[in-house]
T-cell receptor, first 115, second 111 residues
Framework: GAVVSQHPSRVICKSGTSVKIECRSLDFQATTMFWYRQFPKQSLMLMATSNEGSKATYEQGVEKDKFLINHASLTLSTLTVTSAHPEDSSFYIC???????????FGPGTRLTVL | KQEVTQIPAALSVPEGENLVLNCSFTDSAIYNLQWFRQDPGKGLTSLLLIQSSQREQTSGRLNASLDKSSGRSTLYIAASQPGDSATYLCAVFGNFNKFYFGSGTKLNVKP
């Protein structure tokens, strides 16, 4: 089956720093990638949808200047959390789809802890 | 706005029991419904996908049903095992090409 990887799996940073998370589709070309955030004991919430080569579409309430998303190739999308604060601590999961957006392959997630 | 609810939030059963997890959604205009498994600190593993035109899907000891008109789905796990312990998430794929997730049912199967 299709494999999606994320790097790093876990990151701890100081408040005010920026953190970049990578999402890669290893064996297929991902037309669309999705970024989700999951707080403890809560559901996954879609943050943004990105299509290769175009600007990401952010969900209501998600600050696009704080969560920078780049989808420069069909196999790589990055999420940069700028000037991270403790409230940004969460589990970030990406997913990737080919031509059918209802078939998404999920990455293993990245645990971000901001001190 | 689509809202997905899962009941119960947590469930603890002895090994060997059959169990049912419930999922409900408010907007019946969906394309499909999926059940996922999430282990602690890990990503999602897709278990079953039911298209909106289907009533159920089966995979091994798992059976998922869908009643789109009433906005309900159930995941039936037969002969539960300790390895089934995980959080089970229900998600519907609907308007605006988006997944809407429930908050999950945390299952603990005791040996």
């Amino acid at each position: 089956g299709a494999v999606v990887s994320q790097h790093p799996s876990r990151v701890i940073c100081k408040s005010g720093t920026s953190v970049k998370i990578e999402c890669r589709s290893l064996d297929f070309q991902a037309t669309t990638m999705f970024w989700y955030r999951q707080f403890p004991k809560q559901s996954l919430m879609l943050m943004a949808t990105s299509n290769e080569g175009s600007k990401a579409t952010y969900e209501q309430g998600v600050e696009k200047d704080k969560f920078l998303i780049n989808h420069a190739s069909l196999t790589l999308s990055t999420l940069t959390v700028t000037s991270a604060h403790p409230e940004d601590s969460s589990f970030y999961i990406c997913s990737a789809s080919g031509l059918a957006p209802d078939t998404q392959y999920f990455g293993p997630g990245t645990r971000l802890t901001v001190l | 706005k689509q809202e997905v609810t899962q009941i119960p939030a947590a469930l603890s059963v002895p090994e060997g029991e059959n169990l049912v997890l419930n999922c409900s959604f408010t907007d019946s205009a969906i394309y499909n419904l999926q059940w996922f498994r999430q282990d602690p600190g890990k990503g999602l593993t897709s278990l079953l996908l039911i298209q909106s035109s289907q009533r159920e899907q089966t995979s091994g000891r798992l059976n998922a049903s869908l009643d789109k008109s009433s906005g309900r789905s159930t995941l039936y796990i037969a002969a539960s095992q300790p390895g089934d312990s995980a959080t089970y998430l229900c998600a519907v794929f609907g308007n605006f090409n988006k997944f809407y997730f429930g908050s999950g049912t945390k299952l603990n199967v005791k040996p």
